[in-house]
């Protein structure tokens, strides 16, 4: 919704400025520079990225339009289920919970959240590092460390998208020099027409230098930015189950684990622990 705001306050400052000068907006209008900026930054970009980063891009571009999934609910959410799981492992053992985490979807403890079964990757995150903890073979280090190694796998994978954007638009002000030179080649070209059609030509050649400067500070460079903020907060949650696990494998009880993981939370979203408390204790 912001990004959708953002683009409608770009627009009506810098073209409801340039009206107010005395501009006419017509002059800005040139489909001929916005096809070559456009094209040329397009294809620089299916040059510079692998096919899995042109597919990674494409799949998180729609993502940005949408607000953020990661709510204080949504934490406690997390937070109450690990709790739960937690409370079961002290309570009946390690193998109480194997039917859990080999179908979480069918689980009575997963189902009662369905906000934090949607996300896939938690989920996955989670009944993995459950499986190994059951498993016995593994100590507090080692998955400390594997954890430690798929979070890092995590950040660099999901970076590749903002890192595209941010690519592309670096470059787009570039093309729109190279659109303004080839409208300049244009006027010398037609050097012997009128003064008031050489003027035409190199507002139109000028054009090309807005555009696209405009299209990369104003649309796709703030897109890469919010794709690393999302980033964040996806990792957040993740983060979240780590120290919690790890608190647990440690041997604090679930609510002293689950203490562990409230505190790495933004202060944003994060609940207070009387607030936590509750909420588990009314899940």
């Known amino acids: 919704m912001f990004v959708i705001v953002g683009y409608v306050v770009v627009l009506a400052a810098i073209f409801g400025g340039f009206a107010m000068a005395g501009g006419h907006l017509a002059a800005l209008f040139q489909p001929l520079e916005l096809l070559m900026i456009f094209g040329g930054a397009i294809g620089a970009f299916l040059v510079g990225n692998t096919n899995k980063a042109v597919k ?3 799949k998180a571009l729609p993502g940005v339009f949408k607000g953020s999934a990661y709510t204080k609910a949504l934490y406690m959410d997390l937070l109450a289920l690990m709790y739960d799981i937690l409370t079961k492992i002290r309570k009946e053992g390690l193998m109480s919970v194997e039917s859990d985490i080999e179908n979480p979807e069918s689980s009575g403890l ?43 796998t995590h950040h660099h994978e999901g970076h590749v998208p903002a890192h ?65 903020q999302k980033l964040d907060e996806s990792g957040k949650m993740l983060q979240c189950v780590r120290t919690t696990l790890l608190a647990s494998l440690n041997g604090f009880a679930p609510a002293l684990a689950v203490e562990f993981g409230r505190k790495v939370l933004y202060s944003t979203e994060r609940p207070g622990f009387t607030e936590l408390e509750e909420h588990v204790k009314r899940k």
């Open 56 to 58: 990674a891009t494409l």
């Open 164 to 228: 595209s954007i941010n690519k592309l638009a670096d470059g787009m002000p570039a093309f729109g020099i190279v659109a303004a030179v080839m409208g300049v080649v244009h006027t010398m070209e037609s050097v012997g027409a009128p003064p008031a059609e050489l003027g035409q030509l190199i507002a139109h050649a000028l054009v090309g230098t807005f555009l696209g400067i405009l299209l990369a500070y104003g649309f796709v460079g703030p897109l890469g930015g919010l794709l690393e």
């Open 110 to 152: 997963f189902s009662k959240y369905p906000n934090v079964l949607k996300d896939h990757h938690v989920i996955e995150f989670m009944t993995d590092y459950l499986r190994l903890m059951v498993s016995g073979n593994m100590d507090a280090m080692q998955i400390e460390n594997l954890m430690d190694n798929e979070l890092e």
